[in-house]
């Protein structure tokens, strides 16, 4: 990777990483799509030509990315977020460099060669995880969300397909494309604090909303009527993001709350369902809709169409079968359906980690598990010519034939350019 320093801006959360040359690197696979771009197993034939430390390569099309709502700016964020992180932390991916040409942009990220825990899961032959496997999982979860909201920021799409599983068989978080910056209150990971006078007065101020208060009943008619696509069975890998319910730029309440609706429509919170404004709870919730998943093969609360799933979001209490265990105990706190309520609220992963679930994890020592439950083979990666190829030709190929010329460059205005800080978002 080859060290430029064509951006010294101090408000260039990037300038302290290696850019990357795109004409040295070289494509070894893809190792998936997503609306925001593809991800490629990929190295620098300059630095490592026998590719002994191949990396993830994502990459986006500009022309892309400004035709959709808002994905250049949270592309951006990623980017930001990424260069954020401590090198050192295990279970959370680190900026490896960076590159912005004429018609694309994208960064490395250490390369997981275990695949996401969707695909893991799909693997088993019940498809579901022991108990054990459950808790390893969830609590180097829990560690990556600590470390996440001790920054101030809510991860907000939390699923299998976005946790990922190391060559060592630990895990790691991905796609901070969704993620938010939001102001802490008092202390704990981005919580109301645990003095007893400040929970009072907090609960006092926000009591919990009815589902379907006449303040939000635009909001959820509109939910509601918003498609009802079928259900097509098994890959939930494939299930969309929420699209925003409005265009409106992402605003606060006080500076505290994000009412932006995001998500993955399965693990999305009832308080984002009802328009309330959300804070790191949401995150919990998703945990609980993870373990829950884990546990049972499918997810709490999926409908036959979206709207059947954000009812049930609402409505309906989860179901469980067979005989009552602490981790189901621990799933029915976390999908509390008032957020005041919900296990994490007032100490974030704290009190999580307290948990009779996870009585006897010595949390400080996730790190030097040696046998996690799944460990990936090695895999040989073939370096021929014919088996690597470009990123830009890639993309040209994708676009149009070779004999057709391409299609002219879609600039982004100045606005979309700039650059991005944890403090501006």
Not at 184 to 209: C, L, M, Q, T, Y
Not at 375 to 389: G, I, N, Q, R, S
Not at 396 to 404: D, E, F, V, Y
Request: aromatic share 10%; proline share 6%.
């Amino acid at each position: 990777m080859d060290i430029h320093n064509n951006n010294n801006s101090p408000n260039n959360p990037r300038n302290s990483k290696k850019t990357l040359d795109l004409d040295n690197i070289r494509a070894i696979k893809v190792l998936g799509k997503g609306a925001m771009g593809t991800v490629f197993l990929a190295y620098d034939r300059v630095s490592d030509p026998s590719a002994a430390s191949p990396f993830a390569l994502k990459v986006m099309e500009k022309s892309v990315l400004c035709l959709k709502h808002d994905a250049d700016r949270r592309a951006r964020w990623e980017m930001t977020v990424l260069s954020s992180f401590d090198n050192n932390h295990t279970f959370l991916p680190s900026l490896l460099g960076w590159f912005e040409a004429e018609e694309l942009m994208g960064w490395a990220m250490p390369y997981c060669s275990g695949g996401d825990l969707n695909a893991l899961r799909y693997g088993m032959s019940d498809r579901v995880f022991s108990t054990s496997a459950i808790r390893f999982y969830l609590a180097e979860i829990v560690c990556a969300l600590a470390h996440v909201h001790s920054m101030g920021i809510a991860y907000r799409d939390l699923k299998p397909e976005n946790i990922l599983v190391q060559s060592s068989g630990h895990v790691t978080l991905t796609d901070f494309d969704l993620s938010r910056k939001l102001i802490r209150r008092k202390k704990g990971s981005g919580n109301a604090g645990s003095d007893p006078d400040v929970i009072r007065e907090f609960v006092k101020h926000h009591p919990p909303a009815p589902p379907f208060s006449a303040s939000r009943r635009n909001h959820l008619s509109r939910i509601f009527a918003y498609g009802s696509g079928q259900d097509t069975g098994l890959k939930k890998a494939n299930s969309a993001r929420v699209s925003p319910v409005n265009r409106r730029r992402m605003s606060f309440a006080g500076g505290k709350r994000s009412n932006s609706f995001v998500g993955t429509e399965e693990y999305v919170s009832p308080e984002v369902v009802r328009g309330e404004g959300h804070e790191f709870g949401v995150d919990w919730w998703a945990l609980g809709v993870l373990a829950y998943e884990m546990l049972y093969g499918r997810t709490p609360f999926r409908g036959n169409n979206r709207k059947e799933t954000f009812r049930n979001v609402l409505m309906k209490e989860p179901e469980f079968v067979g005989q009552r265990t602490e981790l189901i105990h621990l799933i029915e706190r976390l999908l509390e359906k008032d957020p005041v309520k919900r296990l994490g609220r007032y100490r974030g992963a704290e009190e999580i980690k307290e948990h009779e679930f996870f009585r006897g994890l010595k949390w400080d020592l996730l790190t030097e598990v040696g046998r996690p439950p799944f460990v990936p083979d090695v895999a040989t990666v073939d370096l021929t010519e014919k088996a690597t190829f470009d990123v830009r030709e890639y993309f040209q190929k994708l676009r149009a034939p070779p004999s057709i010329p391409s299609s002219p460059v879609y600039s982004c205005s100045s606005e979309d350019e700039a650059n991005i800080s944890l403090t501006d978002f």
